[in-house]
């Protein structure tokens, strides 16, 4: 790796801890601070926080990969996000601004929960907080072998020692700077991944006469590339778009919308975000496109398609530009890692340590209690990842779904339904959960496919969950008065 390549990354590491010790020195000394930055992050922050801890390495690495592979309906499934993303700034984030704020000040997703359901038994804080720490755990493990596996294969280092580097500079930001770090080395990152996104498409195009040049290459190669509907069915068309139902249950992103200063600037947060994810996703399949053409133009030897990008960063630029587009990836990762820490750190610390062990606890004690929550995640996700062929890591990838069955309808109905009761959104949380691991893990088969290869498990999950909750609440007690009051003044508010 050459010594420019190194600097490049090496000031962009410095630039991240620098971001940590501002943020530390700014907002970490309650617990609203540490864990939600006072709600006061601007919306381009906000907004460019959510998008880059959401996209991970997939935006740099396996959405390239799978156009260079499948062509152009590997889209459906950038097409399914964009939607879904959408439709989550639409109809969630200005109500979960203000009820989370309204609801007791609520701090994270299972503290809205019990807050909102007045839940003094504990049981939907116990158990939203116990799934959030769980495949939080699991999630930030795959993101530190992902760190661990580019240092090995683009640094020339050791897989250890990459994942060390890559953990060591994330847990030093989010443990000392809290929410308020975390938030702005996501907005530095989301800027990285987006000039990143343009450059590297761009200059790939710049290495052709034209685009029917790269058209007629491709063609020859695969004639149905441009085929929007080539080897897909129905079924698969809806299981790829039905990744945008997960925004609505994602805790590491719905708690930006919970962040932000002010809900009349959610509408600025919204155009902000779905610019740069919209920009993002274009790029990301624009590397791919590019990819295909260019290693059969300059038959270059391509051994996995989902390092495309990482070819293009080392081939078509100067080193220090190659240290740029690698930091790019690694920003890609170590921001989806941090918000997973942070997230998991504080049902830690707010839904644990808080209303099980210390009641009385001092403002002072709970944000040392999250940093050591943040330190303790990050040991074991780590642990986990040294061994980087474990089969636990194989379970991130249900998460989303697991997510956004469980808690998508829950956070839906309890910001426009009023009549929703605590047993319903109890029963919403469990059958959803519950429904994805059987699609996933039940041997039974559908036209020869498991049922997870037939149809992506969050679909039955999320209209099951949602099924759960309109039933058991029609058929429990209706919810107390103190609870429909709150419902009914955070409408009036926000009809204002």
Same mark, same amino acid.
């Given at each position: 790796?050459?010594?420019? =390549? ?37 919306? &381009? ?57 309204? &609801?007791?000040?609520?701090? =994270? ?109 491709? =063609? ?69 496109? =590019? ?107 249900? &998460? ?97």
């Amino acid at each position: 790796m050459n010594t420019a =390549t190194f600097f490049t990354l090496g000031l962009y590491f410095v630039l991240m801890l620098a971001i940590g010790l501002y943020a530390y020195r700014k907002s970490t000394s309650d617990l609203s601070g540490y864990m939600l930055g006072g709600r006061s992050l601007p919306p &381009a922050v906000a907004a460019l926080s959510a998008g880059a801890s959401d996209m991970s390495g997939w935006i740099l690495m396996g959405l390239p990969g799978a156009m260079y592979i499948s062509g152009i309906s590997s889209s459906w499934i950038g097409i399914g996000l964009f939607i879904g993303a959408l439709v989550n700034y639409l109809i969630v984030a200005p109500r979960l601004r203000v009820f989370t704020q309204k &609801a007791g000040d609520a701090l =994270t997703v299972p503290d809205y929960f019990a807050k909102r359901f007045m839940d003094d038994g504990h049981g939907l804080r116990l158990i939203a907080s116990t799934v959030i720490v769980l495949f939080f755990t699991l999630y930030t493990s795959s993101g530190l072998v992902a760190g661990g596996k580019l240092f090995e294969s683009s640094f020339g280092l050791d897989y250890s020692v990459g994942l060390m580097v890559t953990a060591g500079v994330v847990v030093t930001y989010t443990l000392f700077g809290g929410f308020l770090a975390v938030s702005l080395t996501d907005f530095v990152q989301g800027i990285i991944m987006f000039i990143a996104l343009i450059m590297v498409p761009v200059m790939a195009y710049s290495q052709f006469d034209s685009l029917a040049e790269m058209n007629q290459t491709i =063609t020859a190669i695969n004639p149905s590339y441009f085929n929007w509907f080539e080897g897909l069915s129905i079924i698969a068309i809806i299981s790829s778009m039905a990744w945008g139902l997960g925004y609505f249950g994602q805790p590491h992103i719905i708690v930006r919308f919970m962040a932000l200063r002010s809900v009349k600037e959610m509408p600025t947060m919204r155009n902000i975000g779905m610019g740069w994810m919209l920009v993002s996703l274009v790029g990301a399949l624009a590397v791919g496109y =590019t990819g295909v053409a260019f290693v059969a133009k300059f038959s270059y030897d391509l051994k996995d398609p989902e390092t495309i990008f990482i070819v293009f960063s080392q081939v078509l630029f100067h080193p220090l530009i190659t240290g740029f587009l690698l930091a790019a990836i690694l920003a890609a990762i170590m921001s989806t890692i941090s918000s997973q820490l942070l997230v998991s750190s504080s049902s830690l610390t707010d839904d644990f340590y808080k209303v099980f062990v210390k009641r009385d606890a001092s403002e002072k004690e709970l944000v040392f209690i999250g940093r050591m929550s943040v330190l303790l995640v990050a040991v074991i996700a780590g642990l986990l990842a040294l061994d980087r062929d474990s089969t636990v890591l194989s379970l991130v990838s249900n &998460a989303w779904a697991g997510f956004g069955a469980a808690f998508g309808p829950l956070i839906i109905f309890s910001l426009y339904w009023k009549k929703m009761t605590k047993q319903g959104a109890m029963s919403g949380m469990i059958v959803g959960a519950l429904t994805v691991l059987i699609w996933i893990y039940a041997p039974i088969e559908i036209q020869g496919k498991g049922l997870s290869s037939w149809m992506y498990e969050i679909v039955p999950g999320f209209i099951c969950s949602s099924l759960a909750i309109y039933f058991v609440s029609l058929r429990s007690a209706k919810p107390e008065d103190a609870v429909i009051e709150q419902f009914e003044l955070v409408e009036k508010e926000l009809a204002q």
